[in-house]
């Protein structure tokens, strides 16, 4: 009797938590009262299964803050409460205190905004609006974010135009070509 009642449990509890929910889809629910910074992107990452780099020193406490969202969404959504660059590729979440955050000037080489915009929205998906700004006259790209970001973002604007760009996202390769942005 005892063993048929853990089982209908185990079974009760997959049916509540399906394996085949992507970390990204996970819903993140969580009330603080008071928490060091760094304690709760380690709470929020241990919630919806994505991991986290995080670069330099989380500083601070987070008070009086809940959050309802899936996935990324509850990071983007801690970023804007506690003044945090937030960066998303698919697979993971980058976080770094503004104070770790540089700008760069990098040259798009002749190449189209569009497409390049959309091949580094391709790898990162979710990233803050001031991160990338372009300068059409000058055809130069504002890059404001951690070394971590800049390098990959500078990587793509530096790659040849016929070159492909392969990612991995999920446990699987995405080959990215420059004319799946155009």
């Known amino acids: 009797m005892f063993v048929r009642f853990v089982y209908m449990a185990a079974i009760g509890?997959?049916?509540?938590f399906p394996l085949s929910a992507k970390a990204s889809d996970r819903e993140v629910r969580l009330d603080?009262?008071?928490?060091?910074l760094g304690d709760v992107v380690q709470t929020i990452s241990f919630?919806?299964?994505?991991?986290v780099t995080t670069v330099g020193t989380l500083t601070g406490?987070?008070?009086?803050?809940?959050?309802?969202?899936?996935?990324?969404?509850?990071f983007v959504k801690l970023g804007d409460a506690s003044n945090l660059f937030v960066?998303?590729?698919g697979s993971?979440?980058?976080i770094a205190a503004k104070q770790e955050v540089?700008?760069?000037?990098?040259?798009?080489?002749?190449?189209s905004?569009?497409?390049?915009?959309?091949?580094?929205?391709?790898?990162?998906?979710v990233l803050p609006d001031d991160a990338l700004r372009e300068d059409a006259a000058s055809g130069l790209v504002l890059v404001r974010g951690p070394g971590v970001f800049i390098k990959a973002v500078e990587d793509v604007l530096s790659r040849q135009h016929a070159d492909s760009i392969k990612v991995i996202k999920g446990g699987k390769l995405e080959i990215l070509t420059p004319s799946d942005g155009a």
């Open 87 to 89: 960066a998303y590729d």
């Open 92 to 94: 993971h979440v980058i």
């Open 61 to 74: 406490k987070v008070e009086h803050w809940s959050v309802r969202e899936s996935g990324a969404k509850a």
């Open 47 to 51: 919630m919806s299964g994505i991991p």
């Open 13 to 16: 509890l997959l049916a509540a």
């Open 113 to 125: 905004w569009k497409t390049e915009q959309n091949a580094i929205r391709a790898l990162f998906p």
């Open 102 to 111: 540089s700008t760069v000037v990098l040259d798009r080489g002749g190449r």
């Open 32 to 36: 603080v009262v008071s928490l060091p």
